[in-house]
């Protein structure tokens, strides 16, 4: 079935600001909240909120196989798992329907009213229930810098690094959507010069720029999905911040991985950009070095360029833009993430969510975290304000951004947005 | 409110056998399917399993506020949610139900056939939607038999060890209840002798002896349960097969921790036996030292004594005892491990599962691996049969048993077994 909604060409009758990430051609999936009370899935063109539910109660998508409440749920869970075509075929008829040359609900005031909201009267929710979260660490350069920072700076990389894409759970209970703030964590951390250690406020709260993806239902326990055949289970990507405490994590990590350190909170973007909607903005993924085994060697480009902006704003200050980086940098592809992830037969659900690992790029400007920005705090990033930062400080706010952008479309993400609140002490 | 159901002197009507691990003091909690294919909720005494759903539906539980359908659901995650109260009141209701001198259900052919089945006629399902999974490393004996192996046999444990619970999150995805064959996973694995890794299927699968706790909603993000409070929010135990692919895991956990060595599948025993029916066998947990940070420091006995038990049993033969543990030689309780899960304040959520870790007690024929047992595969192990196994082989059963005993009664978990089958090739 051909992709129409991606047609360059297309306008809508709702205005769409210059820059804009949602254009007709975007068509991402999210879940919010009316003033009403109302949950709702939707979309968004332009600064409008499409209430899909409503659309699907006038109607709208006569002629497309789906439950009779798919779209007034709280969840895409259901909709993601109803596999690619339905996705395409929901995501064309939304292209067509809020075409400018389409009259039918342009015309029809009295539905327009009922569908259409601004963006400023709704609440985004998280928009699927994540029921298992897993994280990589397939960035080449983030490996390197970490390994550097911490272990060997001749043998920065480990040995399996380049033969798997290294990943490891998290936890789904405390992902959050952006614009809800996140609270700094207590832990124990181990100071460089004591013999015990001690229990406070983590001092190295920082980011993580990361992208996630969103799967369907792919596979029953003990199957496992081709490398080939991965991205067909791939709904869309969101934006990620996976929230870091330094400190706890040094002393926790070793030997089964990051836990208190990251499982206070993570954010992420609340529109589900589809895969469909990317597209065009394929391209090669770094080549690999050595040729990976079998099972995760691939054809065709399974990259994506995607641009990508991490923002620091203080407490009633502006915004400082600290990094800029590429979803293209990545040394690993989703596509070869998930065929690993389920080569042993690990059964993955819809709704499930894996994220990227910090993206760093290879020059310092696109280092992806304060960690490898100031690297482990030795040289300090100067904000717009004048001030100084080697870590997040509490009522910062840091925002990730990302788009991408051909010479006819953009296609963006909006933001991911979290202010982080200092530690509750009780 | 007193917890009149742990009275070792009641008996039921329901005939319960000598050595059950079911007698009317137990009442555990479970989700079954009947012939008939209605999924319910349940309970059971003896060798009969109990359909709350028809319970509630007849009236028997009036007087306790419950949601009308509490009991006709398919997990038990909202009456989990309700409360320790809740859980009390309704497993004091049952225990008073099935007294041997209560005619209200005894007496009612009608109604009896509607609630009653015999165990061998229905099929026990997952009890919990399991939103996140966690996974301790909290018996000494473990972390000290596998850093001997795999690190420094001097410096066996890391300097982490003695002052937190170490834990990781697991996947939810493939966690299965008894009687759920698995199969052996296929992955990478790194052999002594080779340069680059090999791909197929797993030579050391392995099973880890541990049990889990099941939480109820503990805190929202970013608040903390304290380790007084912990127990309250802990709704009941299971048997837990940690399955293992020993090669895979080798390879692939540094530095984020094990992954697919572990997440193809995880094995449940499917009644959930409440800590209060576990009350009675509290018992005092190891001495600590270092004493613990404040926030882990505990008071009481919060150990509980649960003999533990694993068999091996191959294709068509009888079952082999290859372990004998207890639960009360883990060094850290389950208290310790909710405290410090949450302590940074991370969200807990009804049906959450955390598992013990393996519990290896300090005689070698109390290890909880067979990676233990058999010293990475040195000293095989013979099993009735006449033959011996270094690992698990396809066909083979893993089965874990566990109970309580004292002058009284015992309070069982029954078992938690599942069969290896050979990898899926394709």
């Given at each position: 079935m051909p992709n129409i909604a991606n047609d360059p060409n297309r306008k809508s009758w709702i205005e769409v600001p210059e820059n804009?990430?949602?254009?007709?051609?975007n068509i991402p999936f999210g879940v919010f909240i009316t003033k009403d009370d109302v949950v709702t899935i939707g979309t968004r063109i332009g600064n409008c909120a499409i209430d899909m539910g409503a659309l699907q109660q006038l109607g709208?998508?006569?002629?497309?196989?789906?439950?009779?409440?798919m779209f007034m749920q709280d969840t895409l869970n259901d909709f993601i798992s109803d596999g690619k075509k339905t996705w395409r075929l929901v995501r064309n008829r939304l292209a067509e329907l809020f075409?400018?040359?389409?009259?039918?609900?342009?015309?029809?005031k009295s539905h327009r009213e009922v569908v259409i909201f601004k963006v400023e009267d709704i609440e985004m929710l998280l928009p699927v229930q994540i029921g298992d979260y897993t994280d990589f660490y397939s960035s080449k350069e983030h490996a390197t810098n970490v390994g550097k920072m911490f272990r060997d700076?001749?043998?920065?990389?480990?040995?399996?690094w380049l033969h798997l894409p290294v990943g490891y759970h998290g936890r789904s209970s405390t992902i959050v959507p952006s614009g809800v703030p996140v609270h700094r964590p207590l832990g124990q951390t181990m100071p460089a010069d004591a013999t015990s250690p001690i229990f406070g406020p983590s001092r190295l709260v920082d980011f993580e720029l990361e992208t996630a993806f969103i799967t369907t239902d792919?596979?029953?326990?003990g199957e496992r999905i081709s490398v080939d055949e991965a991205e067909d289970h791939i709904f869309g990507m969101v934006l990620f911040n996976d929230w870091s405490a330094r400190d706890i994590q040094k002393w926790e990590y070793?030997?089964?991985?990051?836990?208190l350190a990251k499982n206070f909170a993570s954010s992420i973007s609340p529109w589900i950009v589809t895969m469909d909607a990317l597209e065009p903005f394929r391209c090669a993924s770094p080549k690999q070095e050595p040729t990976p085994l079998p099972y995760l060697q691939q054809t065709g480009n399974k990259a994506f360029d995607i641009n990508l902006e991490v923002y620091i704003q203080p407490e009633n200050g502006t915004e400082s833009l600290v990094s800029k980086s590429n979803?293209?940098?990545?040394?690993?592809?989703m596509a070869q993430q998930l065929a690993h992830h389920t080569v042993n037969g690990c059964r993955v659900n819809s709704g499930d969510m894996m994220g990227s690992g910090t993206i760093s790029g290879?020059?310092?400007?696109?280092?992806?975290?304060m960690l490898e920005l100031t690297w482990g705090g030795k040289n300090p990033i100067k904000l717009n304000d004048g001030s100084e930062r080697k870590f997040i400080n509490d009522n910062d706010t840091v925002i990730i951004k990302g788009y991408c952008k051909n010479e006819n479309v953009r296609i963006g993400f909006g933001e991911c947005s979290s202010k982080l609140l200092p530690v509750i002490e009780k």
């Open positions: 804009s990430d949602f254009p007709i051609q709208y998508f006569e002629g497309i196989e789906l439950t009779d409440d075409d400018a040359n389409n009259p039918k609900l342009r015309d029809n700076p001749e043998n920065a990389l480990l040995p399996n792919a596979n029953v326990m070793v030997p089964l991985g990051p836990f979803f293209k940098y990545m040394y690993w592809t290879p020059t310092e400007d696109s280092f992806g975290s």
